[in-house]
């Protein structure tokens, strides 16, 4: 009997090893926890199967995931302080347009909008084969208060569903385009 | 114990009735707000909204929000500037209560093509070598949801061009194809309904094909020239395409490469004895001639 705790650890060794190898190339989970950059960034979850017309690279959809959850992270600062420098320099083009717009006429109406962010489940649906552009769709669990003020308006609390342009830059990857769109299964 | 009065009772049976009242009414109101479920970008449109008094009024969107004071029991006009971005719309109406209701805003007819040709220059009768990438935006610059048509066309400098049809999906549509067999400018267009945008690929031409060296000897010179260096659909490799020459004597092997000029590429070599003479275009090689006895 005496011989059986190390064993069982040595099962349980086995068996993280072999769970490790069934690890998808195309699947990357990134813990917010994980990276001291990202402490408070939401939970994102990216899944690339069957991405065409070009695959995903494993470091790729990392990187993605990471600047995703870091634009989010901002975004929803940015909107509960009505602080656009916040921002960040995750958004670029139309996407830092439209916040920057939103955010300006919420200071000035006095609204502000807190988002409790429950974590994002993105599937990549295009990756150009110049490797230019990827398009993601997002299936995201939030909680939205609209405030006038002090004030609770309006407390939204059903998945929500994002379509998302990306491209990429020097060192990460820029969201240049984010759509929220009928929520429905994908 | 105390025991609960006949009076106490009655108060607390009023309490219950106006939490009641208090909840069915804000439900009712709820109920009453009734934006469409979806509207177009850009277009006007107004909401009913019934009782009376003040009340204020919010739109919050994606780019654009707006807090204003309102009569209640008049219609709330929403402006086509209020809803230019696609998305979801969240109307709020506060008076003594809020009650609230969403409402999408969907790209308009496309009005913008973003189109991307990858890539710049390509060699012909490449399989899947250039590819087109659209991606269709209304005059908000909104993703055009809605699967629209977009027509490829393919346009060589010469021989025929040719046409494809994609339907766009989350509003990009791309497609792929061969480099076509002669070299020079190949236009590609992207159209959808009035809307078009053009982009131009080099075709260049590709590894060299039956590559041929003649010698002349002269004394213990030897001049070494290219016929005109050509692909396998007969197209003149580019000036400055490096042609590697090599020699083999009794004093061992010599290499030297020479760029084309004007289609062929030419060099003089000094050889000792009987040499072996080869010509390499890449990883493409040609013939071997043997100098100083047979040609």
Sequence with gaps: ?186 | MKRTSRSDFEKYRRLAMLALLWALSGWARAADLHPPATVEAGHAFSIPVPGSGPGTFYLVGPDHVVKRDVSLGSDLEIESRDVRAAGRYQVILCDSACTSAPFEVKAAQPAHLSFFLHPSRVPVSTPNSIDGTAFVFDQYFNLVLTPAAVDFQITPASGTGFARRVSSRHGVAWMRTDSTKHEGRVQVTAASGSVQEARVVQQVAAEACALRVKAVPSGNMVTLETDPVRDCSGNTLPDGTVISFTTVDREGKTTVDTPIKKGVARTQLSVHGRAQISVACGVIEGNEVAVNGKL
């Design chain 1, 1 to 186: 009997m005496k011989g059986m705790a190390p064993m069982r650890l040595s099962l349980q060794l086995s068996l993280n090893r072999l769970s490790l190898c069934f690890f998808k190339a195309s699947s990357f989970v990134l813990a917010a926890g994980l990276l001291a950059m990202a402490q408070s960034a939401p939970q994102v979850h990216l899944d690339a199967d069957g991405l065409a017309p070009r695959p995903i690279e494993e470091l790729t959809g990392q990187t993605i995931a990471r600047y995703y959850a870091l634009a989010w992270r901002d975004m929803a600062s940015a909107l509960d302080s009505n602080n656009a420098a916040g921002l960040g320099e995750e958004f670029v083009g139309f996407a830092k347009d439209r916040l920057t717009r939103r955010i300006a006429e919420q200071k000035q109406t006095g609204v502000h909008v807190r988002i409790v962010d429950h974590g994002h489940r993105l599937k990549a649906v295009f990756y150009s084969t110049d490797g230019a552009a990827m398009q993601l769709l997002d299936q995201a669990e939030l909680e939205i208060q609209t405030l006038d003020g002090n004030k609770l308006l309006d407390t939204q609390n059903a998945p929500r569903e994002y379509l998302v342009l990306v491209t990429p830059g020097a060192d990460r990857w820029y969201i240049r385009d984010l759509e929220e769109v009928s929520a429905k299964p994908f």
